[in-house]
């Protein structure tokens, strides 16, 4: 029997997980493990959408982005534009 792989996720869902990263390092967290906590996110879940391995329901992100206090156009403004989801360098 042929192995199970997992679907594709769009190249959008890698920008958001970095993007995520990015905002967390502005906010001087070193880990993705401290921000969860502090903001009261599930600390694996959140983990899996910085590194863009998880696909996100626009709810779940616009429930990080207010726990931040954050608005969805200052998300996704042109920081987000500038990010490449194919670099390691994010």
């Known amino acids: 029997m042929a192995k199970r792989t997992k679907k594709e996720l769009p190249v959008d869902v890698k920008k958001i997980g970095l993007r995520l990263k990015q905002i967390r390092k502005e906010l001087g967290f070193g880990n993705s493990d401290d921000f ?42 042109e920081e987000y534009d500038k990010i490449d989801a194919d670099s390691d360098n994010n």
């Open 36 to 77: 969860a906590y502090k903001y009261e996110l599930n600390r694996s879940q959140y983990g899996k959408y910085e590194a863009g391995s998880e696909d996100l329901r626009i709810s779940s992100l616009l429930n990080i982005l207010d726990r931040i206090n954050m608005l969805l156009s200052e998300f996704f403004n």
